[in-house]
Structures are given as structure tokens and as C-alpha cells.
């Protein structure tokens, strides 16, 4: 059986768990999660960044920290993960969904604009793939309406935007470090505060809305509660398996850019016939092979395709059902202007195995049985 997915292992996990074990310290912000997050800083160079529970975990961080009020409106795509939008509704915000762009599956920043109202106090463009959204465009749009960018970039660490590390072009940067990502820690994320200033709000939010981060640099004598916040802090254990990851990000990157790149050049031939469509990546983007992804002719030529896939043992799965198509979607948000794009392409797409360590020989398994499907 060839699997969509399996957790990435570089083979030093159990020795930093195990040192994490000796130290007697398992709680949040021990020695691994600083080493993790310092490794976070100088690799992609922000200035604060802070391991989560999850991604989840960092969006809500970051929705408490652009202060979001209830009627607040945040422009988002629909074709996103369910946490993107949750973690605003959670403050009581609608979420505006604004159509992709067929090429790379990103927002279409060309209709950011005019789906902005003297209510908007955020956007939130997601790299899909990671594969980045055209950022320099959406910044000016912030910029000129003074909008908050927050960037989920789940799937985007180790990619770049003209040479920009994602996640740290926008005011926040959100990652995930779930099994299903490049890196992982089982369940885990970061927020990446992309402004010094914002750094003791993140602290206070982060440690139960109380200023113990100052009182442990011994800025106040004793802490107290001081605003509203949770507990966004993981354990030490996920630390160390994470940083044994981040220690082989280098290694774990090159390896799924060329099970990518080998992707590529077998269905090549499909593309040219105009039988499927292929990733594309802009020139300006430097993307981490987070995804493999397909686009077949609709969507029964795809749920066939999956079919013949799993006949020969080989696991190939579709993406999000757009959010505005939702139950909770139709409740917290609207869809601003025509949905030309998001819900056609999404019925198109279909992700193939790709993992860290995935064999050449299930590649040409994989590719094969797609060339046959195709007869071709
Ligand atoms: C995976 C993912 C998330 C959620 O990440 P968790 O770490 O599982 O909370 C959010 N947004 C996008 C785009 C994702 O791919």
C-alpha cells in the first residue's frame, strides 16, 4: 500500500526526547522550546516566535492580538482549512470569503479590495501548497485601508516570497507543525510576530492573559492577570521531537522537492495532451513540496480516478470543501462577489502520496497507474 501521508522521522527524535525527559522539565517554554524557536528566528529571520499547541492555536493567538470585535469583518479565502475562519469567528467575527485564483489555488488578490468596508480589520491570505500568495500586492491593499495581514502559513514553512521566509511578511505569521505538515511535533505551531512591539501582548495572551514572561526575566516582582488570553504553550516532549526535525529541515526539504520534481516531469507528458492540469508555482515563490496535487477534467473524472488509485492500493485525497458552502460558513460569513473559481477548481483537485522518505519506485507507481488511467 502506498499511504498519502506519513509522519516525517529524521532518527534523532528519541535522543532529544529522551534528554528532554532528564532534564525534569516538561512543561512549556523549557530548554527545547527555546532552541526550537531560535531556530525559528534565525532560519527565517523574525523577530519572536513562539511554538503553539497547533496552527489553530496561533491564528486564535493572532485574532487576539489584531483585537478582533464582534461585527469586525476578516477577508479570507473559502477554499481554506476550517481553523483559518473558526479562529475569528470565535471573537465574533464574519468572515468574508473572497474567490481563489485557478492557477495556484491562493486568494485572488486582484479582488481583496473591493470586498473591504469601513468594517474590515483584517486579511488573511493562505500559501496554499506553500506556495506563496502574491503578498506585495495585499500588503499595499493593508497598507492603504490600514488593515491587519495575517498570514496562514500552515503549509508554508521553508518557502519563500522573493526571498522572504512566509510567515514573516505579514504583521503575523501562523505555522503548523501537525503531522500531516513538512515538520512536525504530532500536533504543533508557531506564531511569528513580525513586529517587536507586539511582542509582550503575544506573551500575555499566550501565558493565561498574565505578565509571568515579564516576571521571569525579572522585569516585575510578582504576576498577575492582565488581560484576557489561554494556554498556548506545548509541552517540552513535542519541543524535542520538533527540533529534531528542524535540525533536518534542509534534508527533510530537499528530499520532497525531489519526490515533486519527479512528480512533475512524470505527468508532464498528461499536462501537454491537456489531460490534467499541473501545479504552478510563480516565479517569485521558492515552495517546500508541501503538496503534490492534480487537477483532472471535473469532478467524476476525479472520484474514477481515486477509485482506480485505490484498486491498485495507491491513497490519493481531495482538499477542503469551500468554506462558504458550509453549514458554520453560511452562519459566520458571506461570500463577497461571484465564486468563479473556488468551488470548480476545488472539485477538480486531488492530492497524491507525499512525504518525507516517499521511494522513487511508489513515485513511478503512483505515476504509471495515473498515465494508465489515462491511457497515456
Ligand atoms: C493544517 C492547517 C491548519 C491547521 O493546523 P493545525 O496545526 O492542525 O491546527 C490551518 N490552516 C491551514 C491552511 C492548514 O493547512
Redesign the pocket.
Given at each position: 500500500m502506498i499511504p498519502f501521508n506519513r509522519a516525517p522521522v529524521t532518527g534523532e527524535e528519541q535522543y532529544y526526547m529522551t534528554q528532554a525527559i532528564e532534564n525534569r522539565k516538561l512543561s512549556g517554554d523549557g530548554p527545547f522550546t527555546k532552541k526550537c524557536q531560535e531556530w525559528l528566528e534565525s532560519s527565517f529571520e523574525c523577530p519572536k516566535t513562539y511554538l503553539?499547541?497547533?496552527?489553530?492555536?496561533?491564528?486564535e493567538m493572532a485574532a487576539l492580538l489584531v483585537d478582533i470585535k464582534p461585527g469586525d469583518e476578516v477577508i479570507m479565502p473559502s477554499y481554506?482549512?476550517?481553523?483559518?475562519a473558526n479562529a475569528f469567528a470565535l471573537r465574533g467575527a464574519v468572515v468574508v470569503f473572497v474567490d481563489i485564483r485557478p492557477d495556484t489555488m491562493n486568494i485572488d488578490e486582484n479582488l481583496i479590495e473591493d470586498a473591504v468596508t469601513s468594517k474590515t480589520k483584517a486579511i488573511i491570505p493562505?500559501?496554499?501548497a506553500g506556495v506563496a500568495c502574491e503578498m506585495d500586492t495585499i500588503l499595499s491593499i493593508a497598507k492603504k485601508h490600514e488593515l491587519m495581514v495575517i498570514e496562514?502559513?500552515?503549509?508554508g514553512v521553508m518557502s519563500t516570497y522573493k526571498g522572504k521566509a512566509l510567515g514573516t511578511i505579514g504583521d503575523y505569521g501562523?505555522?503548523?507543525?501537525?503531522d500531516?505538515?513538512n515538520y512536525t511535533s504530532g500536533?504543533?505551531?508557531a506564531l511569528l510576530v513580525n513586529d517587536e512591539r507586539n511582542k509582550e501582548q503575544a506573551e500575555i495572551i499566550r501565558e493565561k492573559g498574565t505578565n509571568r514572561s515579564r516576571f521571569l526575566r525579572g522585569q516585575v516582582d510578582k504576576y498577575s492577570w492582565v488581560n484576557i488570553g489561554s494556554s498556548y504553550l506545548p509541552g517540552e516532549l513535542n519541543a524535542a521531537y520538533l527540533y529534531a526535525q528542524l535540525h533536518h529541515a534542509n534534508v527533510i526539504n530537499e528530499d520532497r522537492l525531489a519526490s515533486w520534481n519527479m512528480y512533475y516531469e512524470a505527468l508532464e507528458p498528461l499536462a501537454e495532451k491537456g489531460l490534467i492540469e499541473l501545479p504552478m508555482v510563480p516565479e517569485e515563490c521558492c515552495h517546500n513540496a508541501?503538496m503534490f496535487y492534480i487537477k483532472t477534467k471535473d469532478i467524476e473524472e476525479r472520484t474514477a480516478l481515486v477509485e482506480w488509485l485505490k484498486q491498485d492500493n495507491i491513497v490519493s485525497v481531495f482538499h477542503y470543501v469551500p468554506l462558504h458552502s458550509s453549514e458554520a460558513g453560511k452562519r459566520f460569513g458571506r461570500f463577497h462577489g461571484e465564486d468563479r473559481f473556488t468551488t470548480k477548481e476545488s472539485e477538480r483537485l486531488l492530492r497524491l502520496p507525499m512525504f518525507y522518505e516517499l521511494q522513487k519506485q511508489d513515485i513511478e507507481a503512483v505515476t504509471n497507474r495515473v498515465r494508465s488511467f489515462y491511457k497515456c
Open positions: 503553539t499547541p497547533s496552527c489553530t492555536h496561533a491564528l481554506t482549512f476550517v481553523s483559518t493562505v500559501h496554499y496562514d502559513a500552515a503549509q501562523c505555522y503548523s507543525f501537525h500531516t505538515k500536533e504543533g505551531g508541501h
